[in-house]
């Protein structure tokens, strides 16, 4: 008999000696800005929970509520008998949050983007995304049968020459917010791009919902562009949501169409009702208490004007997300041993993650934070910088 062990361990130890082997840690809290790793409090800089909400009272209350009402499975397909009243109310609720005639609701954001490009494109089609992002949209573009191009980052230069392609369909796809940089897509210039070639611009804005805009609107609220200037708008609820699964906000036309042709949202059960629940609860908060979103902000500028004065480089970036570039992964995961270590939690982002040669720690901001964290982190890190030689 054949073992496939021998060849699949030899390819993991090659893994291992360039120090991209990943580990998981097992927490023993719930999500917070403080959480125990292995029976160590830890202050928590790697969680995109950006506004706190994954443990929130409220919203733990209105998931465990709903569940003792609608039980624990939703039993099937959104399209045979999984849909029920909170998907149907949260769907509507975040239409109206986006300023859209209609949502519709994916398990994930993964599932959400794989359906969406491949619903919308095909053999024929030309489907154009930025090189940083997200594995899912560019696994959405690979899987398509439809000619793939992307441009380097942020470059539109190139993105008005791949524009150019031919391709019946056109669909130009970007992250809003990306999410090992933390810089925003210049969503101005795009719309101009994709309105002169005739493409659609789809934004997946896992990382600016709830976060960016006065109202949480996210990277379309920060720009203030119109609705039908990004008619494709996709949302993740388990980051500043603090809940789990993902949306797609559009018009009627693009929500049926999903629905009848996007495998991932047609072959696959619906997401538990408590799961929409809850999300309901944490949307009623992401839109109330915009005190989340100013806090947050504060800290970002509290932790940047800190880093810049002990003298640790930052990556351009206004979000909640602040990569410390390195390069060297060895590096990287030595430096963010030895925070761990002194009771801070950042994330050590490596290849394939991001490109080779980019390894950084990716330090995620939260409102749950206070600014004594932040100050409590810097000196960490200023101290571990210097200990840890380049
Ligand atoms: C997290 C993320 C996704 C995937 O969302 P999940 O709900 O976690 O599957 C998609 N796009 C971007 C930009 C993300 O950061």
């Known amino acids: 008999m054949t073992n496939p062990d021998l060849e699949l361990l030899a390819a993991l130890a090659v893994r291992r000696q360039h120090n991209l082997y990943r580990q998981r840690l097992t927490l023993e809290s719930p999500q917070g800005a403080c959480v125990r790793v292995a029976d160590q409090p830890c202050i928590n800089f790697a969680s995109n929970d950006y506004l706190g909400l994954a443990a929130h009272p409220e919203v733990i209350a209105a998931f465990a509520e709903a569940a003792r009402r609608w039980g624990v ?37 993964y599932m959400a983007n794989l359906g969406v490009i491949n619903a919308l494109a095909g053999s024929g089609d030309l489907v154009v995304q930025d090189r940083l992002n997200h594995a899912s949209l560019l696994d959405g573009g690979f899987l398509s049968r439809a000619r793939f191009e992307r441009y380097p980052h942020g470059d539109c230069e190139t993105l008005a020459t791949l524009l150019d392609l031919p391709g019946e369909r056109r669909l130009l796809v970007t992250d809003g917010v990306f999410s090992m940089d933390g ?65 797609v906000a559009g018009s009627e036309a693009l929500i049926e169409t999903l629905i009848q042709f996007a495998r991932t949202y047609i072959y696959t059960t619906a997401l538990p009702p408590a799961v929409a629940t809850a999300t309901r609860a944490s949307l009623r908060l992401v839109r109330a208490e915009a005190w989340r979103r ?15 004065a002990v003298g640790i480089p930052l990556l351009s970036s206004a979000t909640p997300i602040q990569p410390v570039p390195i390069g060297d992964p060895a590096r990287t995961l ?57």
């Not at 806090?295 to 800190?306: D, E, K, P, Y």
């Open 73 to 109: 499975g939703s039993g099937a397909s959104h399209l045979i008998s999984g849909h029920c009243h909170e998907h149907q109310a949260l769907e509507e609720e975040l239409a109206a949050f986006t300023g859209r005639p209609r949502a519709l609701l994916f398990s994930t954001g």
């Open 183 to 247: 810089d925003l897509a210049p969503l101005p210039e795009l719309v101009a791009l994709a309105d002169r070639h005739g493409a659609w611009l789809m934004v997946d804005d896992a990382h600016g919902f709830g976060v960016l805009g006065v109202h949480g609107g996210g990277s379309v609220e920060h720009f203030g562009l119109d609705i039908d200037q990004v008619p494709i708008l996709m949302g993740t609820l388990g980051k500043a949501f603090g809940t789990f699964g993902a949306f």
């Open 294 to 308: 100013e806090h947050l902000h504060r800290l970002i500028a509290r932790f940047r004007a800190g880093a810049e």
């Open 334 to 390: 030595a430096i963010a041993t030895r925070l761990r270590e002194a009771g801070f939690l950042v994330g050590a982002i490596r290849p394939p993650t991001v490109p080779a040669g980019t390894a950084r720690l990716r330090i995620a901001l939260s409102a749950a934070h206070t600014e004594a964290q932040i100050d409590a982190l810097l000196s960490a890190l200023a101290a571990v910088w210097c200990a840890v030689s380049a």
